[in-house]
């Protein structure tokens, strides 16, 4: 037991040191974003119509003037202590910048990723239960079809038939968690469904693919001569040994819905993260969109590591 | 099924050799390409829809009623009739003129990304399989750029580029890399072990032959797989750039910056994005189906399981 739980501990640090070259990295691309910029990227941020006042300005507020090494280690010393830096636009912190966006957009991560997984898993389930029957099609179709709309395209023809046409949900807007529970989820059905339908469809191709190879092994078999009904089998039995593919797509999954939130929190008007995004890019905010992509890539890495820890953890099968 | 006929035939008794010669060889020309159509449903029907609109995008200043670009405010926002088939936009631009020119930028993106995020790939996958004190370097390198979400980097990227249509592939492009890169690197890794390889080192084959000769062919077919899913994904992503104001100038019309300059209209004018949205998700629909039909016929062992 002793042994076993030292096992487990050595093991969580072992998984939680291997992240940080992974966000090393992140962060180096990060930082050599500006590079990317082609000529002088003071002057490309300050825009057009600058003065040569403003390039100075912003070439001395993101130290443009030193080497690139040095500039490296001095940002990431500032980033490892909370500072992101100021807005070259509104001069806020970034840091509050984020603060004020984050509750629409981790709202609509939380509603999607529920939304999807509980509509995604069980359809993948029936599919390889009754593979090559009509739900088993109509999945096939949707994991192709998921992957072929743009998401914002989604948002367009759900927004236009629910709400324009039928007036069922709100067309646009978001409204606080703290002005109520239904209020709240109102407003994020038609984003969640929307940012949804990729990750539904990978969801459930997966699942059905993981349910298919579990449903040939013996014991599936043995389960049903024992008499257990075909409830218990699929979604107790089988579900749990088929659960590694499908937690893990789920993880990597969050990489789509990071994407897709910039489009739909547009097409919605949902004053999240991605309109920040939106907003930082059209105005080149260069210490915003850094600080962003490094936020989310943060997000992405720390739920494979959970969701690497948990599955690791909880599966008897796997060594560690 | 044609031939289990003539097996019946045979076991009645019945003499047929005389007309086989006759007989045969027509028949097995027509079931070849039918038995193909047959198999290979996906890559068939992915790839007509493709062609048609490849041939759309070649075509499109012969199919185009109009110049594209031609602004003319007395027809803006006109609905869809037998002058301006798809309506016409704010700015009363002709919309199917704008809509068959704009296959050419979608194609011409998903294609690019597919080359050029195919090539980098696969020589960071060879150098990674192959050079042993370089994989762990590369792929940590690797699983970091991979943790950067790749809208969010293609985003980053177009906006501090400045936005082209060159900026854009190569946004998508460098956004699709690592996982070409780990697919090859993989493929080699597994290559590494088959006794072929063995032998052509046993055999003294320099190494640059070993990768071209032994290795390269059999990284081609994954490769060309997962290379048409890149073409698919860039060409939404182009349209998701577009979409945001960070994808390919609107001078010259591509189904993403149509879509996005119908945005404002989209309540009482909805078929200005839902249009172009059509034409583009049924190309990628059809990329996406010629992805499935090929690694089905490319790699059986994966095809059970898809």
């Known amino acids: ?320 | 099924m044609n031939v289990n006929a003539n097996h019946s035939e045979w076991d009645a008794g019945v003499s047929v050799a005389p007309e086989l010669p006759d007989i045969f060889p027509e028949r097995r020309a027509e079931t070849a390409l039918w038995r193909f159509v047959r198999r290979n449903p996906l890559i068939v029907i992915g790839g007509v829809i493709l062609g048609i609109m490849i041939v759309i995008a070649l075509l499109a200043p012969w199919l185009g009623t109009m110049d594209p670009t031609a602004l003319a405010p007395a027809r803006r926002m006109r609905a869809p009739s037998s002058q301006y088939w798809f309506g016409t936009d704010a700015l009363g631009r002709d919309l199917y003129s704008r809509v068959l020119y704009g296959a050419r930028v979608s194609l011409t993106v998903g294609v690019m990304v597919a080359v050029v995020a195919s090539v980098a790939g696969l020589a960071i996958g060879l150098v990674s399989g192959f050079v042993r004190w370089s994989d762990g370097i590369l792929m940590r390198i690797m699983d970091g750029w991979m943790s950067i979400p790749p809208i969010l980097l293609a985003i980053a990227l177009v906006a501090l580029m400045r936005a082209s249509m060159t900026n854009v592939i190569i946004a998508i492009s460098i956004a699709e890399i690592p996982r070409m890169a780990r697919l090859v690197r993989g493929v080699v890794l597994s290559l590494r072990e088959q006794p072929f390889v063995d032998a052509a080192i046993a055999a003294a084959t320099p190494t640059p032959a070993i990768i071209l000769r032994h290795i390269l062919p059999n990284t081609v077919a994954p490769l060309i797989v997962q290379a048409t899913f890149a073409c698919g994904g860039a060409m939404i992503a182009e349209a998701i750039l577009s979409f945001i104001g960070a994808g390919t100038p609107s001078i010259t019309p591509s189904w993403g910056n149509i879509m996005a300059e119908g945005r404002s209209l989209w309540q009482i004018k909805p078929y200005i994005v839902f249009i172009p949205a059509a034409f583009l998700s049924i190309t990628v629909l059809s990329v996406n189906l010629l992805g499935d039909g090929l690694r089905d016929a490319l790699d059986p062992r994966s095809a059970r399981s898809a």
């Not at chain 1, 940012?195 to 014991?219: K, N, P």
């Open chain 1, 1 to 320: 037991m002793f042994q076993g739980l030292r096992r487990v501990i050595f093991y969580v640090l072992r998984r939680i040191i291997t992240t940080v070259p992974v966000m090393a990295v992140v962060a180096l691309f990060v930082f050599s974003l500006l590079y990317v910029t082609p000529g002088d990227p003071a002057s490309v941020i300050a825009g057009d119509q600058a003065s040569p006042a403003d390039v100075e300005r912003i070439r001395q507020g993101l130290h443009l003037d030193q080497p690139y090494l040095i500039r490296f280690a001095q940002w990431l010393w500032q980033i490892l202590q909370g500072d992101l830096g100021r807005s070259i636009f509104t001069n806020l912190p970034v840091s509050t910048m984020i603060a004020q966006r984050v509750e629409p957009t981790l709202s609509l991560m939380i509603v999607t990723v529920s939304f999807a997984v509980s509509v995604a898993v069980p359809l993948g389930v029936i599919a390889a239960w009754r593979a090559g029957g009509l739900v088993d099609r109509l999945v096939m179709v949707f994991a192709v079809f998921g992957f072929s709309v743009p998401v914002f395209v989604v948002g367009y023809v759900l927004a236009y038939v629910l709400s324009v046409q039928l007036e069922w949900l709100p067309v646009q807007g978001y409204t606080p968690f703290s002005s109520g529970f239904w209020p709240w989820l109102r407003n994020l059905i038609l984003p969640a469904v929307t940012l949804g339908f990729a990750y539904i469809a990978l969801i459930a191709r997966i699942t059905r693919s993981a349910m298919l190879e579990v449903l040939q092994q013996d014991y599936v078999r043995t389960a049903r001569a024992k008499g257990i009904g075909y409830g218990a089998i699929l979604f107790v039995h089988a579900l749990k040994n088929a659960a590694v593919p499908i937690v893990t797509v789920i993880g990597l999954g969050i990489a789509l819905l990071i994407g897709g939130a910039v489009a739909t929190e547009s097409v919605f008007a949902v004053p999240g993260l991605g309109r920040l995004t939106i907003d930082a890019i059209l105005q080149r905010d260069y210490p915003v969109i850094q600080a962003i992509v490094l936020l989310f890539s943060l997000v992405y890495v720390l739920v494979n590591l959970v969701v690497d820890l948990i599955y690791t953890l909880l599966d008897p099968r796997i060594r560690y």
